[in-house]
């Protein structure tokens, strides 16, 4: 199993309260992605990073906030929570792009 | 962007039994893979096959790329084969896009 750590697994918050979930991967992979799940929706890109300091929007970017200051962990912020963003949340890393993706065990997040 | 349908959505099978999944998809790609979201919502990945045939166990998998299509086949069905399969597609500028997925149900 590719070595991907999501923290935490589970998270209940109040609206307007931040949140900061943690991906840490042990593979040194370059390439690294934030995915929300939602029924009826499949996976969707909100971030990624294709190396320190560098990252970019994805489709669903509105109310996120992505940081990597090293190789091994992205984080992603939710400056202000809100109920449309109870998820499930996704890590993924690849080594390149175009190139096999491996995915994390998911965040169930909650916001009251 | 890039459309991927994947049919058919649901899909009940007793036991022993094989199916097929289909991923369509609008453009070229550069990379495409088949995951299985099991009951627990681990994404487990199955296949990466942007072209060709690929097999694994009772699992196989075939991607026409000149024709945007991917099969991921099923043989003798078990209820541990139960859960989500997505496939996702990747093309110059982008990245991984999903599809809405395949819920399949194997009953004993």
């Known amino acids: 199993d590719a070595g991907i750590t999501q923290s935490p697994r589970h998270k209940v918050t109040e609206t307007g309260t931040p949140v900061t979930l943690r991906c840490h991967q042990t593979?040194?992979?370059?390439?690294m992605y934030w995915y929300r799940q939602d029924p009826g929706h499949g996976l969707r890109l909100i971030h990624y990073s294709y190396g320190v300091k560098d990252t970019d929007k994805g489709e669903v970017s509105d109310g996120y906030s992505v940081s990597r200051s090293k190789t091994e962990d992205f984080l992603l912020t939710l400056e202000s929570a809100t109920s449309s963003q109870t998820s499930v949340y996704f890590c993924?890393?690849?080594?390149?792009?175009?190139?096999?993706?491996?995915f994390g065990q998911g965040t169930r997040l909650t916001v009251v | 962007g890039i459309q991927v349908e994947q049919s058919p959505p649901d899909l009940i099978l007793q036991e022993g039994a094989n199916s097929t999944l289909r991923c369509n998809f609008s453009?070229?790609?550069?990379?495409l893979q088949w995951f299985h979201q099991n009951p627990w919502g681990q994404l487990i990945n199955l296949f990466y096959?942007?072209?060709g045939t690929k097999q694994n166990g009772r699992l196989s998998a075939t991607t026409v790329a000149t024709e945007r299509y991917s099969l991921l086949y099923i043989s003798s069905s078990q209820t541990t084969d139960s859960g989500v399969y997505f496939c996702?597609?990747?093309?110059?500028?982008?990245?991984?896009?999903f599809g809405e997925g395949t819920q399949l149900t194997v009953n004993p």
């Open positions: 996702a597609v990747e093309y110059s500028g982008s990245r991984l896009t």
């Open positions: 593979e040194n992979h370059r390439y």
């Open positions: 453009d070229s790609v550069n990379n």
């Open positions: 993924a890393i690849s080594g390149t792009a175009n190139t096999e993706a491996f």
């Open positions: 096959i942007p072209s």
